[in-house]
């Protein structure tokens, strides 16, 4: 069992950055992808960003050239660096994680989730 935790979440203008982070209680050596999904009010949680045991790193086109998604094994933690944010990025943003990778990009893969940290973006 890994216990995953977020943080750095916010309000921040349109343009702006936020880094957030997730901190897991297990070492993340052995785990097959470590990634980050969001969910806006009345929709249905997305994809946002993956990283695979082989290093492989994958972004929801909608984030392409602006989110950049990190882990780092050695301090159990990943990373997501989100720049020139929208108002449409508004949303809980959650980290998740599992021991597989085939389905990197759904959330039926994933048997990990954090209690997710809100990111606001005001126009």
């Known amino acids: 069992q890994v216990r995953l935790v977020e943080s750095g979440g916010g309000v921040v203008q349109a343009g702006g950055s936020l880094r957030l982070s997730c901190a897991a209680s297990?070492?993340?050596?052995?785990?097959?992808?470590m990634g980050w999904f969001r969910q806006a009010p009345g929709k249905e949680r997305e994809f946002v960003a993956a990283?695979?045991?082989?290093?492989?790193?994958y972004y929801a086109d909608s984030v392409k050239g602006r989110f950049t998604m990190s882990r780092a094994n050695d301090k159990n933690t990943a990373s997501l660096q989100m720049n020139s944010l929208k108002p449409e990025d508004t949303a809980v943003y959650y980290c998740?994680?599992?021991?597989?990778?085939?389905?990197?990009?759904?959330?039926?893969?994933?048997?990990?989730w954090g209690q997710g940290t809100q990111v606001t973006v005001s126009s």
């Open positions: 990283i695979r045991r082989s290093g492989g790193i």
């Open positions: 297990a070492s993340t050596v052995s785990l097959g992808v």
């Open positions: 998740a994680a599992d021991n597989y990778d085939s389905l990197w990009y759904s959330t039926r893969e994933y048997d990990y």
